[in-house]
């Protein structure tokens, strides 16, 4: 499982964000979630962006034209990360402002994809869709198709138009409350209110059902 961040200017990859710049967080936030391959991909010109990720798992990659649009960049960010890992089976698409992101939320998304390996899923926060988005490989060439001039949230509108998708309700209201909310002001993180992949049946549960004898679980 991949993680794509994306921030459009060196200015906002490296804001200091509680004593780091945004995308150094973003990125250990990612890899303690569990997600790998890292990508990070924003405008460099003075190498500063590529110095912060230092020692990290994650890898600098340098934008798409700009005429390509915000898909565009997602593509590439994509791309890059296929190219460090050919069995990727999905990617995160991670806006850096969306800088208060829980590790949980990462872990939970993981493991929803497990259990619905074709769905994108749209994080959710009191039935406020947000971010990151995990976009199976499937759908890469769909994603390819959107058009260049669509903004972030639609070019996700026009996907899943296609696509078959989820809202993943995660409690974590940092998948919509972006830099523009201190984190001091954040409403507090409640959590997923069910299991995130569904019902895990206890072992043998299945085998009794087939042979007609009570759940083992009792």
Known sequence: MAAVILSAT??????DTLGQ??????VDLAWSGGALPIVVL???????VAASLAGTEAIHGTPAPVDSGPVGQMVR???????QVAEVSAALLWPARLTWVGPETITSLIEAHGSDPRSVLRPGWHGELGWPVLVPIVHLEALRDVPPDQMPPDVIETLVADAPS??????????????????IDLPPYEGPPAPIAGHVPEWGAEVAAEAGLPDPAG
């Open 10 to 15: 060196e200015e906002g990859a490296l804001a």
């Open 42 to 48: 924003s405008p460099d010109p003075s190498g500063a």
């Open 77 to 83: 960010g994509i791309e890059l990360a296929m190219s």
């Open 166 to 183: 989820r809202a993943v309700e995660l409690g974590d209201p940092g998948v919509v409350h972006d830099v523009a909310t201190p984190f």
């Open 21 to 26: 710049p945004r995308v150094r967080r973003l």
